[in-house]
């Protein structure tokens, strides 16, 4: 007998969830003997529930909810060290790896894929004792639009934190970070810097585009010191969708790094939309973790 959880967040995506949980319990018990639909009822349950399913016997594990929501779930899959099937229907303002694995950004849509899907394999990555999918960051500009309001989310989607981050960069605060991967270590003075597995990050592609969900690779952005003129030039090449120059951004790619803060500075970090660890930072990738619906 096949089996399947559904985990829902009510209160994710402005609680959306009401309109499509039905329609998506419908469908999975198109694919699945047994569905067993839960609702969130606080910070955690996803990561308790994803981790109880992957280690009794469920095929499959589905998510609804924003990108907290997501995490959470990928972090109990993680801890139960299972290579059971995920799926997962985006309802936040981002959807990084939606977008990243084309899975449609509207419920109804992404609940129609599921009659023509398949699998793919997905990285994560571990940082301390938590699991990540897409990013952690670490600056200024994660610090300020952890501050984005919901009515902000509402009405401008993902150019809030866009707008939120250019406002913060006209501050001009920098940190001093060491890296230190297999290569040996670096410092860098640095106001924003940024650790991706996918090619989206914030909704935008101009960053790592090179990045593939199965590359078995971490992509560090160290953003340079940049001043607020500068960044005033390259915005409408961003907006484009022009991947950012060297002169802006040093990518370099590893399977673990170590980054540590050196001037003593407070900064916290952004893990998949929400507040992550503390530093340092001791990453590692999990090539190949996860199995994800996709479209066919
Ligand atoms: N019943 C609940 N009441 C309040 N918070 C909840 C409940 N269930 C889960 N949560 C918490 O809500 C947080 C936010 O959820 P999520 O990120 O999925 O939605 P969102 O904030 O609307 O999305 P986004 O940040 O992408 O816009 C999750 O981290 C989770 O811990």
């Keep these: 007998m096949k089996r399947c959880m559904l985990i829902v967040n009510p209160t994710a995506g402005r609680e959306r969830a009401k309109y499509h949980k039905d329609n998506l319990r419908q469908q999975l018990e198109t694919m699945f003997d047994d569905v067993e639909l839960r609702e969130t009822q606080k910070a955690g349950d996803a990561t308790e529930w994803a981790k109880e399913a992957a280690l009794t016997g469920f095929d499959s594990v589905f998510s609804m909810g924003g990108d907290g929501t997501l995490n959470e779930t990928i972090n109990g899959l993680a801890q139960a060290n299972s290579a059971i099937h995920f799926g997962f229907i985006p309802l936040g303002t981002i959807n990084d790896l939606a977008r990243a694995l084309n899975i449609p950004l509207h419920p109804e849509a992404a609940i129609a894929m599921l009659q023509h899907c398949k699998t793919v394999k997905v990285d994560i990555a571990k940082a301390n004792d938590r699991y990540f999918v897409n990013t952690i960051a670490a600056g200024i500009m994660p610090e300020a639009v952890g501050h984005?309001?919901?009515?902000?989310?509402?009405?401008?989607?993902?150019?809030?934190?866009?707008?939120?981050?250019?406002?913060?960069?006209?501050?001009?605060?920098?940190?001093?970070?060491?890296?230190?991967?297999?290569?040996?270590?670096?410092?860098?003075?640095?106001?924003?810097?940024?650790?991706?597995?996918?090619?989206?990050?914030?909704?935008?592609?101009?960053?790592?585009?090179?990045?593939?969900?199965?590359?078995?690779?971490?992509?560090?952005?160290?953003?340079?010191?940049?001043?607020?003129?500068?960044?005033?030039?390259?915005?409408?090449?961003?907006?484009?969708?022009?991947?950012?120059?060297?002169?802006?951004?040093?990518?370099?790619?590893?399977?673990?790094?170590?980054?540590?803060?050196?001037?003593?500075?407070?900064?916290?970090?952004?893990?998949?939309?929400?507040?992550?660890?503390?530093?340092?930072?001791?990453?590692?990738?999990?090539?190949?973790?996860?199995?994800?619906?996709?479209?066919?």
């Design 148 to 296: 984005v309001s919901i009515e902000q989310k509402t009405r401008l989607g993902p150019l809030a934190y866009f707008l939120t981050g250019i406002k913060a960069m006209q501050a001009h605060k920098t940190s001093l970070f060491k890296i230190t991967t297999a290569q040996g270590s670096t410092v860098h003075r640095s106001p924003l810097i940024v650790v991706m597995l996918t090619n989206s990050v914030g909704s935008f592609r101009n960053l790592a585009p090179q990045a593939r969900v199965d590359d078995g690779k971490i992509w560090l952005g160290i953003f340079k010191d940049f001043n607020y003129l500068d960044l005033i030039k390259v915005i409408p090449e961003f907006l484009a969708g022009q991947p950012l120059t060297s002169e802006l951004m040093t990518l370099k790619t590893m399977d673990r790094v170590r980054i540590e803060l050196l001037d003593g500075s407070h900064l916290s970090t952004n893990m998949d939309g929400d507040e992550g660890p503390a530093f340092p930072l001791d990453i590692e990738v999990l090539p190949s973790f996860l199995s994800v619906y996709v479209p066919a």
